[in-house]
Nanobody
């Protein structure tokens, strides 16, 4: 059973960088052929796929967020990290990490973290 757990600050100031870490247990983030994704859901809105890092280490980003997003990993800790720069209140959302079978969509996610609410406010 794969488990994912998000961690990071729940409050970020506008213009700062949001940083979240996902710790994975029960499976390796280098296992073929999975993608480890970040997905968010703003209050009252739908899910938005943000980006992913593949088993190989390759990264993929949503075109709308690419300029502000960076995803990296630490294979020794079985963790992957999201950084979103220059945040605004519109980036307030519940952020999920997930294991995906494809990149670019959350339709093939088979394991989800519980999600963590990040509020952008001064």
């Amino acid at each position: 059973q794969v488990q994912l757990q998000e961690s990071g600050p729940g409050l970020v100031k506008p213009s700062q960088t949001l940083s979240l870490t996902c710790t994975v247990s029960g499976g390796s983030i280098t296992t073929n052929y999975y993608y480890w994704a970040w997905i968010r859901q703003p209050p009252g809105k739908g899910l938005e796929w943000m980006g992913a890092i593949a088993y190989s280490g390759s990264t993929y980003y949503s075109p709308s967020l690419k300029s502000r997003t960076s995803i990296s990993r630490d294979t020794s800790k079985n963790q992957f990290t999201l950084q979103l720069s220059s945040v605004t209140p519109e980036d307030t959302a519940v952020y999920f990490c997930a294991r995906d079978r494809l990149w670019g969509s959350y339709s093939e996610v088979d394991y989800w973290g519980k999600g963590t609410l990040v509020t952008v406010s001064s």
